[in-house]
């Protein structure tokens, strides 16, 4: 819980890097700034005692994106409430809009009136442009039907569900707005859990004789995922058995998209929980294989199917292939696969992440450049989903968060957790990660389960940055379009992605660190179509708009 409303985390960093122009040893990275803000939201579950159903244990998401057009990133943030019919909600989903100014990060609650607040019991949310009219839409997942709410400009939205198609009615996670057929409209990838219902709950016990939520295997229940193909009249068309995406179950809870195989069509990968991850290569004809095993993904190198939850996506190693990373269940560390022009290698214990990562369970992911030193750092949400022996604090769930700082190699090593184990304690699930106040700093926004949301404001001491928001001609957002730099003589691979970490989605927008450089060199840009534009240098401590069709 909050003591004030500006709490500091103070991060030391163990490797210090006195030349790149990072934070130093002993600094401050973040201060928490919910409340200071204006982001005032308190996740509930549902859980009653001695009542423990398994929805309760896993919501709910967060989305940072621009949905009323002034160029701030506004906050959305998912509700559960309770998964019984008829029962009384913890309330609806919120939407905070950005109105800061040179006074800091203010963030005011849209109210009812914007018509963003679904009600289900809430998991996770979306963002993308699914109609192509230039706002920013929402499809936020719940157990029970899902949810697409249109922005009519200005950040007002209308539940065009029914009229789209896309309701569906199962146990809805992770989602991803992704072009799979590269047709210039944005489909849509749903990532369900379980096959469950209230009537079926069973009983289930710690290893104390406590009753405590289940496992899912449990259930034996895993369910299968979904795949919209836009139609391009505010329809889409259910493809799941027709792509072939519903042709195995799984128990799925993050998703990531990317050209794993540098073939030019977007890739589909599914975290799931206790059961082999699955990666779903594109035909480029409409229809997907699961091509995870022999791909090196599905399991970790001792043939382990680990309980996968969160997952981040970046070409962590500068070879130009997309990497990725699964955040798994406390006693088991996380899955750090190494891509080598579609193939994966375990490289999870080579690169620090073993011992670092196993006391905690892992939700919310991102690989994200904290410093500005062109190495890209691991922030963790974390919070557990079954009780044990000991406590972080009076809520048994509860565990301190995880930053982890980059280097080459690559390798990752924890920043003390003193500070964030005294300050940030919570059962961290979604995590969503975007520049609130345009800085360059990039900034955390965390919903913890029965908890208070965590507004984690970037503040460490950085080096020089460029951003790049990629668009097309018309200025809308281009989601996995890839933009390359050279800096310092370090060619820089990032790509524009929202949909990663768990149930989340982030800031569109592309910031590269530059340490004690001020220039971003031979700047190409891969588009989603397969087509590759220049765009020569760019400057230091700006965003800059890199617009289709007018490049070099």
């Not at 949810?147 to 200005?154: I, K």
Request: net charge negative; proline share 4%.
């Amino acid at each position: 819980m909050r003591s004030a409303p500006i709490q500091t985390v103070h991060l030391a960093a163990l490797l210090a890097c006195a030349s790149c122009g990072g934070a130093e040893s002993g600094a401050v990275w973040f201060e928490e700034r919910a409340v200071n803000a204006g982001l005032v939201f308190h996740h509930h579950s549902g859980h009653e005692p001695e009542r423990f159903l398994m929805p309760e244990i896993m919501g709910g998401g967060a989305a940072l994106a621009d949905v009323d057009g002034d160029g701030r990133l506004d906050v959305y943030l998912v509700q559960s409430g309770s998964p019984e019919a008829g029962s009384v909600t913890g309330g609806a989903n919120r939407l905070f809009l950005n109105r800061s100014n040179s006074r800091g990060l203010r963030l005011s609650d849209a109210g009812p009136h914007s018509g963003a607040e679904d009600s289900g019991f809430g998991m996770g949310v979306a963002t993308g442009d699914f109609d192509g009219d230039g706002d920013i839409d929402l499809y936020v997942t719940n157990y029970g039907p899902n949810v697409l709410l249109a922005n009519e400009g200005e950040g007002r939205f209308r539940d065009l569900t029914q009229r789209a198609g896309v309701g569906h009615a199962g146990w809805g996670t992770s989602a991803a707005f992704v072009d799979y057929d590269r047709d210039g409209l944005l489909d849509l990838f749903v990532t369900n859990y379980l096959d469950w219902t209230v009537e079926g709950e069973l009983i289930c016990h710690d290893k104390l004789g406590r009753r405590d939520y289940c496992t899912p295997d449990n259930y034996e229940s895993p369910a299968f995922d979904a795949l919209y193909h836009n139609d391009g009249n505010g329809r889409f068309t259910d493809v799941s058995r027709a792509s072939g995406v519903a042709s195995k179950p799984g128990t799925g809870l993050g998703v990531a998209c990317a050209d794993f195989d540098g073939d030019g069509w977007i890739d589909i990968f599914v975290a799931n929980d206790l059961m082999p991850d699955v990666l779903w290569r594109n035909l480029g004809d409409g229809t997907f294989t699961d091509v995870a095993v022999r791909s090196g993904c599905a399991v970790d190198e001792y043939g382990t199917s680990k309980a996968g939850m969160g997952v981040a996506v970046a070409d962590i190693d500068d070879d130009g292939d997309p990497d990725l990373l699964v955040g798994n269940l406390n006693g088991q560390s996380d899955s750090f696969f190494v891509n080598s022009g579609g193939r994966f290698s375990d490289r999870t214990h080579i690169a620090g992440l073993g011992a670092a990562s196993r006391p905690f369970t892992r939700f919310g992911l991102g690989w994200i450049d904290f410093d500005c030193d062109g190495r890209l750092d691991l922030f963790q949400a974390n919070g557990r989903v079954n009780m044990q022996g000991s406590a972080w604090s009076g809520d048994p769930y509860a565990e301190p968060d995880l930053l982890l700082r980059g280097s080459e190699g690559p390798r990752f090593v924890p920043l003390p957790d003193a500070g964030l184990a005294r300050h940030l304690i919570g059962s961290g699930r979604g995590a969503a990660f975007g520049d609130l106040d345009d800085d360059g700093g990039i900034d955390a926004v965390v919903v913890n389960r029965d908890g208070p949301v965590f507004l984690l404001h970037n503040v460490a001491e950085r080096g020089q940055w460029v951003g790049f928001r990629l668009v097309d001609e018309r200025g809308r957002d281009l989601p996995h379009a890839t933009l390359s730099c050279t800096v310092g003589g370090r060619r820089i691979t990032r790509t524009s992605r929202t949909a990663s970490s768990y149930c989340s989605a982030n800031d569109p927008r592309i910031v590269v660190g530059l340490g004690k450089d001020d220039l971003a060199e031979q700047i190409e840009v891969l588009w989603p179509d397969g087509d590759r534009e220049g765009f020569g240098g760019r400057g230091h401590g700006v965003y800059h708009e890199l617009r289709r069709g007018a490049g070099l």
